[in-house]
C-alpha cells in the first residue's frame, strides 16, 4: 500500500446519489449510485466510479522553506443549482472550487474545420451548413472554477458552506476565513485567537461549521474542548463569541492526558440545527444549542482505552482526530474506532453496536456481527481482547447518507460503502 492511497475524507453530496473520497495523493474519487434495475435488485444502489481527477499537487513555500503537502484535508459539496455539481476540496493551504459536468453528445459538421478540429481550406468551402449534435460516449468532466490560495497562514482544518449558498468559511489553527465563492483573492477574517505573543497561546482552532439553516450563525471546537457559538449579526469580527460550550472536568479523573483526550476533534450540527455533535478521544458528546454547562448525551467510544493512555501518546495514536456523523433523522450517531472497528448509538433506544469494517464484512448481502472488546480475564468466544487491538487500522472518516441509511466508511487506502441493514442490530 502507498501512503498516497489513504484516504483523508470522505463526503456524500445532498442527494446522497454522490459520493467524494480524497486522499494523501491530492485526489478526488466521486462515487456514483447506481439506479436501481428490477433485473439485479441487489445491485440496488451500489456505487461505482464516475470521476477521478488530481485536485491538488505537492508545492513548495520558498520563503518559509516548506513543504506543502497535496492531502486533501476536507471536501464539501456545494447545493445543486443546475444539471452541473461543484465542491470545493482543500489541502492545507490552499481551497479549489471544482465544476463536475457530462457530456453525452458533441457536435459535428462545422463550416470552417474539418472533423479533426483544424481550419479548412477556404476556398473549398462552398456551402453553409448547420452543424448537428451526434451522440457520443458518456464523459465526466472536471474542470477547476476558482482557486481560493493566501488566505491562510496555518494549515486548513476545515471548511463549510453557509446555508446562504453565497458564503463558505475555512478554518486553521488560529483564524476562520469568510470567503464569497465569486471572489478568490480576498476573504474576510472572522475569528483570530492568534495572540500578541505566540508564548501565551494556550489552545487551537481543531474544527468549524456554519449552521445548517441559520446563515449568521457558525461554532468552532477548541483543543481544550470548548465550543464557541458565533453570531455574524452581533459584530464582524467574532472574538467575542455569544455562547460557550463547556464540561468542568471531574478533578478526580485529572492526569497528564486530560487535556490531549479533550480536545475536540470534530464537530458537526444536527440536520435539524438543535444539536451538535462533537468526538474527543474517548468520547462522542451531544450538545443542545440552548444548554451551555454540559452535554445533554455523552457515548463512551472506547473506554477501554483508558490503561493504555501511555502506550497511545508513545506511538502517537493519542493524537488521532476521529470525525463523527449523524443519520438522517438525527436519531443515531456513528463514528470510528481502532482495529477497524466503528460505533452506533441509538439515541432513542440507548443501545450501541460496535462493528468492524473488513474485507469478509464487505461481501455483498454480507450481514455486519455486532464486535465485543474485553478488558480483563473473562472472553466469550468471539471477543476480541484490548491487548490485541490494532492501533494501525483506525477509522477516522466516515459519512452518513443524508436521508437513508447508508454509510461510507473509510479504513486506510479502503473505502467500505454498508447499507440497509446495517443498523438493523440498533433498531
Known amino acids: 500500500m502507498q501512503s498516497s492511497d489513504i484516504i483523508s475524507t470522505v463526503e456524500f453530496n445532498h442527494t446522497g446519489e454522490l459520493l467524494a473520497t480524497g486522499d494523501k495523493g491530492g485526489r478526488v474519487v466521486i462515487f456514483q449510485r447506481e439506479p436501481e434495475s428490477k433485473n439485479e435488485p441487489y445491485n440496488q444502489g451500489e456505487y461505482n466510479v464516475y470521476s477521478t481527477f488530481q485536485s491538488h499537487e505537492p508545492e513548495f513555500d520558498y520563503l518559509k522553506s516548506l513543504e506543502i503537502e497535496e492531502k486533501i484535508n476536507k471536501i464539501k459539496w456545494l447545493p445543486q443549482q ?98 464569497h465563492l465569486a471572489i ?57 463569541h455569544s455562547k460557550l460550550y463547556e464540561e468542568p472536568e471531574d478533578p478526580s479523573n485529572r492526569s497528564f492526558f486530560s487535556e490531549i483526550i479533550s480536545s475536540v476533534s470534530d464537530v458537526k450540527f444536527s440536520h435539524s440545527g438543535r444539536y451538535m455533535l462533537t468526538r474527543d478521544y474517548l468520547t462522542v458528546k451531544v450538545w443542545d444549542l440552548n444548554m451551555e454547562t454540559k452535554p445533554v448525551e455523552t457515548y463512551q467510544v ?44 441509538d439515541r432513542n433506544t440507548k443501545r450501541d453496536v460496535t462493528l468492524e469494517a473488513s474485507r469478509e464484512s464487505s461481501k455483498p448481502r454480507a450481514i455486519l456481527k455486532p464486535r465485543r472488546v474485553c478488558v480483563g480475564g473473562k472472553r466469550r468466544k468471539d471477543d476480541i481482547s484490548v491487548d490485541s487491538l490494532d492501533f494501525t487500522k483506525k477509522i ?31 433498531h
Open 396 to 426: 477516522l472518516h466516515t459519512a452518513w447518507h443524508p436521508t437513508e441509511n447508508i454509510i461510507a466508511i473509510a479504513a486506510t487506502n479502503n473505502l467500505y460503502i454498508f447499507q440497509d441493514k446495517v443498523n438493523s442490530e440498533m
Open 82 to 179: 443546475n444539471a452541473a455539481h461543484s465542491l470545493l476540496s482543500t489541502n492545507d493551504k490552499t481551497i479549489k472550487l471544482w465544476k463536475i459536468t457530462e457530456r453525452d453528445k458533441r457536435p459535428e459538421g462545422y463550416n470552417l474545420k474539418d472533423e479533426e478540429g483544424k481550419l479548412k481550406d477556404l476556398s473549398t468551402v462552398t456551402s453553409l451548413q448547420v452543424p448537428v449534435l451526434k451522440p457520443m460516449d458518456l464523459m465526466v468532466e472536471v474542470t477547476p472554477r476558482r482557486i481560493f490560495a493566501n488566505g491562510h497562514t496555518y494549515h486548513v482544518n476545515s471548511i463549510s458552506v453557509n446555508s446562504d449558498c453565497e458564503t463558505y468559511m475555512s478554518a486553521d489553527d488560529l483564524r476562520i476565513n469568510l470567503w
Open 302 to 345: 472506547h473506554d477501554y482505552l483508558r490503561s493504555k493512555l501511555c502506550s497511545l501518546y508513545e506511538n502517537d495514536c493519542i493524537f488521532d482526530k476521529f470525525e463523527c456523523a449523524w443519520n438522517g433523522s438525527d436519531s443515531v450517531i456513528m463514528t470510528g474506532a481502532y482495529n477497524n472497528f466503528f460505533r452506533m448509538f
Open 184 to 240: 478568490t483573492d480576498r476573504s474576510f477574517n472572522i475569528v483570530d485567537i492568534k495572540p500578541a505573543n505566540m508564548e501565551d497561546l494556550t489552545e487551537v482552532i481543531t474544527a468549524s461549521e456554519f449552521h445548517p439553516h441559520h446563515c449568521n450563525l457558525f461554532v468552532y471546537s477548541s483543543s481544550k474542548g470548548s465550543l464557541r457559538l458565533c453570531d455574524m449579526r452581533a459584530s464582524a469580527l467574532c472574538d467575542k
